[in-house]
């Protein structure tokens, strides 16, 4: 069972730190961790992708919510939330390749934003799955370097 968590945390030095240590120190897997500043500088959301049984998620939602430095901290499932992660993909090409490239950016949705004589880069904002799938349909082409932004997520809108 997969379960996101987004913790808004104050905007201070260590915070991040803390809460890496509170998954380490229970042996709680992290999948994926993307950090930024709110809309507020003072505050950062925290977005941590995790698995584990239901006892095991619960558990890290009470743990969460005991550290001083957490403001508050939403949980969803896949289903409840809109995730989306960023992939830049630098892939090597020659004549006979850029074809097929080209033809897998059509079909994920993937852009090229930069290239030279050997070299283009990828990216892709999607769900986690089709970053995987374009990650391996490049594989046989020649992946150069992956860098990954890790999972982002937002409960799917709700009329108030």
Same mark, same amino acid.
């Given at each position: 069972? @997969?379960?996101?968590y987004?913790?808004?945390?104050?905007? %201070?030095?260590? /915070? =991040?730190? $803390? #809460?890496?240590?509170?998954?380490?120190?229970?042996?709680?897997?992290?999948?994926?961790l993307?950090?930024?500043?709110?809309?507020?500088?003072?505050?950062?959301?925290?977005?941590?992708?995790?698995?584990?049984?239901?006892?095991?998620?619960?558990?890290?939602?009470k743990?969460?919510?005991?550290?001083?430095?957490?403001?508050?901290? @939403?949980?969803?499932?896949?289903?409840?939330?809109?995730? %989306?992660?960023? /992939? =830049?993909? $630098? #892939?090597?090409y020659?004549?006979?390749?850029?074809?097929?490239?080209?033809?897998?950016?059509?079909?994920?949705?993937?852009?090229?934003?930069d290239i030279?004589?050997?070299?283009?880069?990828?990216q892709?904002?999607?769900?986690?799955?089709?970053?995987?799938?374009?990650?391996?349909?490049?594989?046989?082409i020649?992946?150069?370097?992956?860098?990954?932004?890790?999972?982002?997520?937002?409960?799917?809108?709700?009329?108030?």
């Amino acid at each position: 069972m @997969k379960r996101i968590y987004s913790v808004l945390v104050e905007n %201070r030095f260590g /915070v =991040l730190s $803390k #809460v890496a240590s509170l998954f380490a120190r229970r042996s709680f897997n992290i999948a994926s961790l993307a950090v930024g500043e709110t809309e507020d500088p003072s505050i950062s959301c925290m977005t941590i992708s995790s698995s584990g049984d239901e006892r095991t998620l619960n558990q890290i939602e009470k743990q969460l919510n005991k550290k001083l430095d957490v403001i508050k901290v @939403k949980t969803f499932s896949e289903e409840e939330s809109i995730p %989306r992660e960023l /992939v =830049l993909i $630098k #892939v090597r090409y020659n004549r006979n390749t850029r074809k097929d490239i080209l033809e897998i950016c059509d079909t994920v949705g993937a852009k090229i934003v930069d290239i030279s004589k050997r070299q283009m880069m990828l990216q892709l904002c999607e769900i986690p799955e089709r970053i995987q799938l374009l990650i391996h349909m490049l594989q046989p082409i020649g992946i150069v370097e992956v860098a990954r932004t890790g999972t982002l997520a937002l409960a799917k809108c709700m009329d108030d």
